[in-house]
């Protein structure tokens, strides 16, 4: 397993990161990642929703599977996954505790075959956040809270100018984080302007 990077190369905002790493999140190093393609900007955040098995919630299965040590046999669901190899750079639980497990300096692997601004392949260039939860049900006011203090540090760390859910770059294939989140609450919170949203909220 790959270990914290030390100190250097801290992008803008440096006292709240560490080569990428956020302060306030608890590091738990995925080696589900890779390098990000030279010349672009790092400038979407993606919003997902994640449990495991679905609907089942803080029982550490989504830390194991970004880390490669999800038990197949624990559960009958995880038959339709074994082997899944994904990462995502942070994990809001529904207490709203803060998990990183890639490098905003790297690639995750959360996106899969996606498109949004006129770009493709959006793991190239965008940061991935999961929040513990089902699509199409709500989320807790403590992952909101975290949530949007973890967007306001990325938009003073990183040239941000999108924010959208899975279900807006993978459209057809996901839906989530789904019609249970609460982009009004999530705008309302950052006071960003329109154009970084995915539509109306």
């Not at 709203?96 to 905003?104: N, R």
């Not at 956040?129 to 809270?145: A, C, N, R, S």
Request: hydrophobic share 35%.
């Amino acid at each position: 397993m790959t270990t914290l990077p030390e100190l250097a190369g801290s992008p803008p905002g440096s006292g709240l990161w560490r080569s990428g790493w956020y302060r306030h999140a608890r590091a738990l190093p995925s080696d589900n990642f890779g390098a990000r393609p030279p010349g672009l900007q790092t400038d979407l955040i993606v919003l997902h929703s994640i449990s495991l098995p679905p609907g089942e919630f803080g029982n550490g299965n989504v830390q194991r599977l970004f880390t490669n040590q999800l038990d197949w046999q624990a559960h009958p669901w995880f038959n339709g996954i074994r082997g899944l190899q994904v990462s995502a750079h942070f994990f809001i639980a529904r207490s709203g505790a803060l998990w990183q497990f890639v490098s905003c300096a790297d690639r995750a692997w959360h996106a899969g075959q996606s498109a949004y601004r006129g770009r493709s392949q959006c793991n190239d260039d965008s940061i991935g956040i999961e929040l513990e939860g089902l699509e199409g049900q709500t989320f807790e006011t403590p992952q909101y809270e975290t949530l949007a203090s973890l967007c306001a540090a990325l938009c003073q760390a990183y040239p941000i100018g999108h924010i959208a859910g899975h279900e807006h770059i993978a459209p057809g294939r996901k839906s989530d984080p789904g019609p249970g989140f609460d982009w009004q609450r999530l705008k309302n919170s950052l006071a960003l302007p329109d154009r970084l949203w995915p539509g109306p909220a």
